[in-house]
């Protein structure tokens, strides 16, 4: 048994947030935003952090939902689901606005059991948007997908604000 692998499951907890979890996850976007900013140009604000202008809406608007991803009792990340397409404009379309692990919890496959779990809660349609350059997410997103639906993913490519994004509908 010298060279022998175990696996040992993954257990992950997809949970909504609550309001008053609003600066944890405001605290978990800007590690989103670090990791982002290889694929992007996002600017550091004067106090140092790139912020989030839409949090709060996920706690004053009806269809938004925030969720946090623990593993084993431990914070490991964060969903902003939201209902309505922001590339169609479908309203019954449910969009996985942002999505985060962190990267200690990556590979692992704590990623595609919450965004299971989180396609899970909401059944009916859904599109995932991944910018074209941000290869790792498009790779797990392809993967994530292939793994929820049981058919390989086949992204749709999309021109949005100047941008290349693969779209993943299902």
């Given amino acids: ?22 600066p944890v ?7 989103y935003a670090h990791d982002f900013s290889e694929f992007m140009d996002l600017d550091l604000g004067a106090d140092g952090r790139f912020g989030y202008d839409y949090l709060h809406l996920y706690w004053t608007e009806t269809g938004r939902y925030p969720f946090l991803i623990n593993v084993r009792g431990n914070l490991a990340g964060f969903a902003l689901v939201r209902r309505g397409s922001s590339v169609s404009g479908a309203e019954q379309v449910m969009d996985m606005t942002e999505f985060f692990v962190a990267r200690g919890f990556r590979r ?21 948007r991944v910018r074209e350059r941000n290869r790792p997410a498009r790779a ?27 779209v993943f509908s299902f």
Avoid at 25 to 31: I, P, V, Y
Avoid at 114 to 122: E, M, T, W, Y
Avoid at 140 to 166: C, H, R, Y
């Fill in 108 to 128: 692992l496959g704590v990623g595609t059991k919450a965004a299971g779990h989180i396609f899970r809660i909401f059944p009916g349609l859904w599109q995932v």
């Fill in 140 to 166: 797990f997103w392809a993967q994530a997908v292939e793994d929820f639906t049981g058919k390989p993913a086949s992204p749709a490519n999309m021109q949005l604000n100047g941008e290349l994004w693969q």
């Fill in 1 to 22: 048994m010298a060279d022998s692998q175990y696996f040992i499951p993954v257990l992950v907890d997809v949970l909504p947030a609550s309001s008053e979890q609003q």
């Fill in 25 to 31: 996850l405001a605290n978990l976007l800007e590690l």
